[in-house]
């Protein structure tokens, strides 16, 4: 089986390579093929995965090609894992909405939808090539805006095209972990859109523990979320929200945050792998360990102006792990692969799952999974603060959608002004010349 990896040479690649080391079992992946647009980036994740498999007798074979119809032609499975503009246009996603006075993180607020500006014409062609090249290709899309990115996919695709994300499975492990109960047996009551979910209940045998968790105020503060957002509010929300409505709910605080940073998120990101880059080159030394040693460091650092915003300093060791990506990529693929049925969190199209959206809209809630695919579960209705936040964001990506298709400047202006963390029209026009001047991406938006 072959699983092709776009955005090849990205720094998390070598999680998914992992994951499939450890798969020994019959129809599991024996051919990985890595693309990339930059040959160097693609060179040096290529060194890593080799050290990685050193000594594995069954390590999937892996070739690296910077032709994007050579990497899909005879794929079973494609990871998305693209970053349009780089490391370098995140940085200035976020410096440029900061200079505004509102937020740029990749995925929420202004940051995030000039990044999706950037990356829907990219992820509908590729999608086109995947219809034409594989076309029974499952697509299982990582790269950021996640949901947003996965509706573009889908409307060539269909439900071919899944979406996944480590934060709400992360989320629902520390509360399980919290409550004494094993994560593999609980079921997570989880839904919203993809970083604007809220977790609203973990059942063990039947019975939901959540409210025995809300009740504790020690137990509400021994974890990240709790922290976080504080007891008092979680209890208000009767939930448990995914980390990213700390953007929303404690805004002012988090722009203060940003702006007073050193070095945002991205300026960070951008400098710590262009080191890593560059160690992976020099003779004699090991690729793999400066990737482990970068990587500890990166998931050190994770939303640190979140929690320097809330006053909780560094992340305490239990909640470093991630809900990994790459186990649930992995979990997704052998599902469909052997029939191994699965219940997982994705993002997928919404169908008649929640009714204050349309068929089409993706979302990101739990889901059986088969050789059909992934079938999201029935969900109990979002209370009204929920449907708010989801509809007001959920217009704004079609309204992204849109200016990708169109190329209407005035399409895009009016997607930056409609989401909830940008207060102004004026701004929202600032925010496009901005970007536009910034990135030649966005050349396509014409008035």
């Known amino acids: 089986m072959k699983l092709t990896i776009l955005g090849g040479g990205g720094f998390r690649v070598p999680l998914v390579y992992g994951a499939l080391l450890?798969?020994?079992?019959?129809?599991?992946?024996t051919r990985v093929t890595l693309h990339d647009l930059d040959?160097?980036?693609?060179?040096?994740?290529?060194?890593?995965?080799?050290?990685?498999?050193?000594g594995v007798p069954d390590a999937p074979e892996v070739t690296a090609t910077t032709d994007l119809d050579e990497a899909l032609r005879g794929a079973d499975f494609v990871f998305s894992a693209i970053r349009v503009g780089g490391l370098e246009g995140r940085a200035a996603d976020e410096r440029i909405a900061l200079a505004e006075g509102v937020l740029g993180q990749e995925t929420v607020g202004a940051g995030g939808i000039a990044y999706g500006l950037r990356t829907v014409p990219v992820a509908v062609h590729i999608a086109r090539r995947i219809a034409a090249l594989a076309p029974d290709a499952w697509v299982i899309n990582f790269t950021n805006p996640a949901g947003l990115v996965t509706e573009a996919m889908s409307r060539v695709l269909g439900d071919r095209a899944v979406g996944i994300c480590d934060s709400p499975v992360g989320l629902g492990r520390r509360v399980a972990r919290?409550?004494?109960?094993?994560?593999?047996?609980?079921?997570?009551?989880?839904?919203?859109?993809?970083?604007?979910?809220?977790?609203?209940?973990?059942r063990v045998g039947g019975r939901d523990e959540l409210p025995r968790l809300l009740a504790d105020e020690e137990a509400l503060g021994s974890f990240e979320e709790g922290r976080l957002?504080?007891?008092?509010?979680?209890?208000?929300l009767g939930a448990v929200p995914n980390e990213y409505l700390h953007y929303y709910?404690?805004?002012?605080?988090?722009?203060?945050a940003y702006q007073q940073a050193e070095r945002t998120r991205g300026a960070y990101l951008r400098d710590q792998q262009a080191g890593f880059y560059a160690e992976t080159g020099k003779p004699g030394s090991s690729a793999l360990a400066a990737w482990h040693r970068t990587l500890a460091e990166r998931e050190a650092t994770y939303m640190a102006a979140n929690r320097e915003a809330a006053g909780i300093g560094e992340r305490d060791e239990e909640d470093l792990e991630s809900g990994g990506y790459e186990k649930v990529a992995l979990a997704l693929m052998r599902a469909i692969a052997r029939n191994e049925r699965a219940t997982l969190i994705l993002n997928v199209r919404n169908g008649t799952t929640l009714s204050v959206l349309d068929a089409d809209a993706v979302i990101e809630v739990p889901c059986f999974v088969d050789a059909a695919g992934a079938h999201p579960v029935s969900v109990s209705p979002l209370p009204y603060h929920a449907v708010g936040l989801v509809t007001a964001v959920k217009a704004v990506e079609r309204e992204v959608l849109a200016a990708a298709e169109s190329g209407a400047r005035a399409t895009a202006v009016k997607a930056f002004a409609l989401h909830p963390l940008v207060d102004s029209v004026s701004v929202a026009?600032?925010?496009?010349?901005?970007?536009?001047?910034?990135?030649p991406e966005l050349a396509y938006l014409r008035p």
């Open 22 to 29: 450890g798969d020994h079992a019959e129809g599991r992946v």
């Open 39 to 54: 040959a160097g980036r693609l060179s040096a994740i290529a060194r890593v995965l080799a050290e990685q498999g050193a």
């Open 229 to 236: 957002f504080g007891p008092e509010w979680l209890r208000s």
């Open 249 to 256: 709910y404690f805004n002012r605080e988090a722009v203060r």
């Open 429 to 439: 026009r600032r925010l496009v010349d901005g970007y536009t001047a910034e990135h």
């Open 178 to 202: 919290i409550l004494g109960a094993n994560p593999d047996e609980a079921w997570i009551d989880y839904v919203g859109l993809n970083h604007l979910g809220w977790l609203r209940g973990l």
